[in-house]
């Protein structure tokens, strides 16, 4: 059995494979997939924008057709990310596997392990909310036929479209179209964001291994209780080099993180901002419909959410390397040779700035920029409140 068929993998494998992103698909199962998607979706952002160039000169309307509008933009950003990112995304891959791969000590083992039950639990919990989220938005055009309300003309539509046909004629296929786009997307944003937490967890369980390799290597000096032994008999020496190779080795896999998901961060900070104060303005706005209402609050919900989940995950990742420096500090390495403590003084200065993703190299992502970009999202509503 493959690695990534394990439980702790299995569930990323499926959404991944399913928008055709997973990198050890065939490259002609992928290629089908992104042509099919790319087409539904591209068809289905066209009509939006045709139904929304209707009433253009109508705000409240607009501003109903630029919520779906840009859940497309987030989800087909994801993909291309993806796409452009296939090589680094595969590298990941492969360092997680060889790391457990490789550990002999059954303490690490658990300590990967752990973190990566952690990661599938958090994937698992961001899915079915979004999904969950999804289901909302996407029940609202059966409420009128569900509770018998509507005319017997009525055909209510998931979103405003144009497609320059009859659209009672045409309309399942036209309200299948819009589901199975809403799927696409959703799904695209799930499957990359449930891998990016794998990877925020599997880097913190690396430096948390870090972490307990050198307490173990202070702990040698503290048994020997000799400071003159020799290069080769100084165990704590020589699992410190081991500790200095871990945590280089941990940097690189944050260093790759940061490079997938740099400027990704960056485009979706500044959207989702955007995206939460068009919906929180298209919510008041539609106070007097409940269902309709319901169904914008479910949207920004999402994408707070959405938002939220990655801020949380760079801030443990944040978090967890900078415990690594306060262990390192805290630890009796003064007994220890005069070459074990320059290694404990380099450590201290690699370790002395946490690791961090960034959003593009602007800023990091962390719980205060999700509290700066939700006031600035309120800020936004606020304007466009008074303006509308």
Known sequence: MDFFDGHNYRVNKILLSAVGQWPYQSSRTSQVI????????????????CGMYAYIHDMDIVIECLVPIMVDVSGMTKIMNSILCINEIRELLEQIRNDFCSLRNSNDIKILQKYADSGKRSSTVYASVLYTMTVVFMLVPFQPLILRVANATTRPMLHRVEYFVDMDKYYFPILFHGYFTAVICVTSIVASDAMFVIFV???????????SR?????????LTADANLPIMKDNAYQNMIQCVRDHRAAIRFTNLMEMVYSKHFLFHSGLNMIAMSVTSVGAVSKADDLYEFLRLVAVTCALSFHLGFECINAQRLMDYSGYLHTNLVNLNWYDASLRTKKLVLFMMMKTQLPCVLTAGGMFVLCMETFATILKTAVSYFTFLRSAH
């Open 214 to 222: 050198i307490e173990q290597a202070i702990r040698e000096v503290c």
């Open 201 to 211: 967890q599997h880097a913190c369980g690396l430096f948390i291994i870090t972490s």
């Open 34 to 49: 992104r042509i099919v998607i790319v087409t539904v979706v591209c068809s289905q952002f066209l009509a939006k924008l």
